[in-house]
């Protein structure tokens, strides 16, 4: 299995009106893809202030291993931290 680019799936309150407004042709929810883990969460804060949901899931993969790695963020006291990690 080859490395892939690390991951976001967010959803916020545009992308939920383009999905009403889509009649449900659209998912409301938008991934957002880092050519590194380090882009990604230099973005992290951002995205975690403008999403809907409490939780953002990242995908990535691991120098060194096979698979695939999920980490589960949230903002707290207002820093990103992991809240739950492990393989898919």
């Given at each position: 299995m080859a490395n892939f680019k690390p991951q976001m799936t967010i959803i916020?309150?545009?992308?939920?009106?383009?999905?009403?407004?889509?009649?449900g042709k659209?998912?409301?929810y938008q991934?957002?893809?880092?050519?590194?883990?380090?882009?990604l969460k230099k973005d992290l804060k951002k995205r975690l202030e403008e999403n809907i949901?409490?939780?953002i899931p990242v995908s990535r993969s691991k120098r060194g291993e096979w698979g695939e790695w999920f980490e589960n963020w949230q903002l707290?006291?207002?820093k990103p931290v992991i809240i739950k990690q492990g393989w898919m």
């Open positions: 916020t309150e545009e992308t939920r009106r383009e999905y009403a407004n889509s009649y659209k998912s409301p991934t957002i893809r880092y050519n590194t883990y380090r882009d949901e409490a939780t707290h006291n207002g």
